[in-house]
């Protein structure tokens, strides 16, 4: 009885092995896709961020530059602000201060904006792909004791087959 009973579990326990394999694979690949998809999106955004703060950092210099030089102010210079009246000086100051300001506060929306829709498009993804791992952590456990069985079984078909075999020592 241990024999069939052992070859009947070995064939059954490797069935179930097989299709917990097939089904890590499966898991194991959209886990790989998804966990690509949010690398791909979270490198995308910081380079987008990087860029609009580079045009904007662009932007507010280029804007500095020019009222300089309605004022006669060489930025690149520093020795021309030396000739120039004090009045002149403090306003082109208060100028740069002002767009500074203004740059900071349209950094801080852009990374306010950015921060909504990292959220509003990645964590969909990254709910998804801890959904995978955990169903890929479950299958491993469940493989673990779907191949002990497998191996038990087998170990019982084995010690039934030699129950089987037949004793020409007379010995019994």
Known sequence: ??????AYGKLMAGKMVRSLQYEMTMVQSQLRRITRQV????KFFSAKESSIK???QAAM???????????GINPQDPSSMSKLDQSYIALY????????QQFMMAQSAWQNTFEMMREAMLQPLKDTEDQLQTQKDNLESRLK???AEYDAKKEEEKAGAKNL????TGQG
Do not use: R
């Open 1 to 6: 009885m241990g024999f069939l009973s052992g």
């Open 39 to 42: 690398d791909d999106m979270e």
């Open 54 to 56: 580079a045009q904007m």
């Open 61 to 71: 210099n280029g804007s500095v530059f020019k009222y300089g030089e309605q004022l």
């Open 93 to 100: 100051n208060n100028y740069q201060q002002q767009q500074q």
């Open 145 to 147: 004791i779907a191949q």
């Open 165 to 168: 075999a037949p004793d020409y």
